[in-house]
């Protein structure tokens, strides 16, 4: 009789431990582990919430992966894959192509604002590096949709966007630092040396 009841309270403590496999981690960089040392190496994963979403990749070679998410919308595949990938979730997709398979290092908690409209107000430059992502010069975001934002180098080169739903914008266009910034003709000052305008606009900046 002991040994049943201390058999039950193992096995009523075991399903209190969340369970590796297929529905653990939603929204955690999957590859950090999956890197082939620390469990078993795969090539893109990621979350998206929502199951029974399709989301389809398509590598450098035109090879098509086609996952589907699951209950806590996780996806992933250990399929080879030439990178960088063609992403789209839905069939919505994302505008740049990504270098790195690990969804959610970028989409932190799983995202539905993959895109243009992601992220807004955070430092858009650390993962718009050229290895996890397109490279950005600089991007950043106001605090409404379709201000004018003016980005003038050193060299005299303008670079003139206009920010989207969210206020968000970005440019991949070359730029010699420092750059002159104005939005809606206000010039900020001093002259920046650093692209990601939201590492010093936190929350993106002001608007209306």
């Not at 010069?137 to 605090?143: D, E, I, K, L, V």
Request: proline share 5%.
């Amino acid at each position: 009789m002991r040994r049943a009841a201390a058999a039950a309270l193992l096995a009523g403590a075991a399903a209190c431990i969340p369970e590796f496999g297929p529905l653990m981690a939603a929204g955690q960089d999957c590859l950090g582990c999956h890197d082939g040392d620390g469990a078993r190496r795969w090539t893109a994963a990621g979350t998206f919430p929502g199951r029974g979403r399709t989301v389809v990749l398509v590598d450098a070679n035109g090879k098509t992966i086609t996952l589907e998410t699951n209950q806590v919308g996780n996806f992933y595949t250990a399929e080879p894959l030439a990178f960088p990938l063609r992403v789209s979730v839905g069939g919505a997709s994302m505008p740049d192509a990504v270098t790195y398979g690990g969804c959610n290092l970028c989409h932190g908690s799983g995202g539905t604002d993959a895109g243009p409209l992601m992220a807004p107000g955070q430092d858009c430059l650390p993962c718009h590096d050229g290895t996890r992502a397109q490279r950005w010069t600089a991007a950043g975001t106001w605090g409404r949709q379709g201000a004018t934002v003016a980005l003038q180098d050193s060299g005299g080169k303008t670079v003139t966007l206009v920010t989207n739903q969210v206020g968000n914008f970005y440019t991949a266009e070359a730029l010699a630092f420092p750059l002159r910034v104005s939005v809606d003709g206000q010039q900020m000052a001093p002259d920046v040396t650093y692209g990601g305008c939201n590492r010093c606009h936190g929350g993106g900046g002001g608007g209306d």
